[in-house]
């Protein structure tokens, strides 16, 4: 009994887990819906991190995908605690410091910490949907049980990964694994680019796009192969099917998947008209996440106060002790009629120079900083 209970154990742990946070924004919504279209074999988990502090619009779009994808594991940090969400809870235990840019112990304790509970130690995957046309990192866990991959973007792999396969210390291995895998005359392409040591000129980036320029799909399937010599979950599988995958997705693309799917768009995405000195603009959240979220723009906060006036008013009633959600102005400060005049003239004046630079769709004026992520932890 004893044995087989060891067995049972080792098989659990070195099992691979593929998931997916679902942030209620569009770009993890989109990734949801590709993967399972794309990809129907994998066994992917969906989960969502609920702080409690969601708007209603968020917890729409959360209960279609819901719907659509089957089911999604709901986490909940705090349980048990007296205070009505799990934001609150922490609030009171910082002393009410609320966070910011530079504490940001929200998505520490609302988010990751629930979601490396949620994946205890068995090697995992994350899924994760930064898009192609975002010049951004995503965030890497710093568990060794947790990869994450980026099935949008041209290099589906984690800066970490890049940083250990084009080391200067791996260029034998690298060139090993181009051999096994490609015709003399690609070879011939790839050695130039391998055994080019990596200086302050030739870094990881520029590496990376040489040798993703010149075949992804093979670029890909050496790094699967160099990851089957270390302990990455993606070594772990027998195949990968994102190996085979040159897709690169951008903005157009999520809106055609979440449209598509019946799932559709966020209402917060979708632009509404103010008019101010007789002159029109529009106004739009650019992001899920908590409706306090201290990332918004001054207008999403203007949006907020006419849009949802209860939850401005209680994000109001967060300020306490000089903490304040903007730096150097309050909120109360931020919609006397005078300030809101002039954060919408701004507003407009930015979008005139976009219509000017070009045409305006939705996806132009929904910004490029939903989620996934202009706050790059908070949207798992």
């Known amino acids: 009994m004893y044995i087989a209970q060891n067995v049972e154990r080792k098989i659990a742990i070195n099992m691979v887990r593929h998931i997916l946070g679902i942030s209620g924004g569009k770009d993890s919504a989109a990734l949801a819906i590709y993967l399972k279209n794309k990809y129907p074999q994998m066994k992917l988990e969906y989960y969502n991190t609920d702080t409690g502090c969601e708007l209603a619009e968020t917890e729409l779009l959360i209960s279609r995908l819901e719907t659509y994808l089957g089911g999604i594991t709901m986490l909940r940090a705090a349980a048990g605690s007296p205070e009505p969400t799990p934001f609150e809870h922490f609030l009171k235990a910082s002393g009410n410091y609320l966070p910011s840019p530079q504490a940001r112990w929200c998505t520490q304790k609302m988010k990751l910490a629930e979601m490396e509970k949620f994946v205890g130690d068995a090697p995992t995957i994350s899924y994760v949907g930064i898009r192609g046309d975002e010049d951004r990192e995503g965030y890497v866990s710093t568990k060794p049980n947790i990869q994450a991959i980026f099935p949008f973007r041209k290099n589906i792999w984690s800066v970490d990964v890049v940083n250990k396969v084009l080391s200067n210390n791996n260029i034998a291995q690298l060139l090993e694994i181009y051999t096994s895998l490609c015709d003399e005359e690609t070879l011939s392409e790839a050695k ?55 897709d690169i997705l951008v903005r157009d ?42 990332f918004q723009q001054k207008i999403e906060w203007i949006w907020l106060y006419e849009q949802h006036p209860d939850l401005y008013q209680k994000a109001m009633d967060f300020e306490k002790g000089g903490y304040t959600w903007n730096q150097n102005e309050s909120l109360a400060d931020l919609i006397k009629p005078e300030r809101i005049r002039q954060i919408k003239l701004d507003a407009i004046k930015k979008q005139e120079a976009k219509r000017q630079a070009g045409s305006c769709r939705l996806a132009d004026n929904i910004g490029d900083v939903d989620e996934d992520n202009f706050c790059a932890n908070c949207f798992i």
Do not use: H, M, Q, W
């Open 253 to 294: 693309d999520i809106f055609r998947i979440l449209e598509e799917s019946g799932v559709g768009i966020p209402d917060y995405y979708k632009p509404i008209k103010f008019e101010v000195d007789g002159k029109i603009g529009t106004y739009n959240r650019s992001r899920s996440g908590c409706y306090f979220c201290f």
């Open 192 to 246: 130039k680019i391998i055994e080019k040591p990596l200086t302050k000129d030739f870094y990881y980036s520029k590496k990376t796009n040489s040798l993703l320029d010149l075949d992804t799909k093979l670029f890909n399937k050496a790094v699967f192969k160099f990851l089957k010599t270390t302990d990455y979950p993606v070594g772990k599988l027998d195949d990968f099917p994102l190996v085979d995958n040159d």
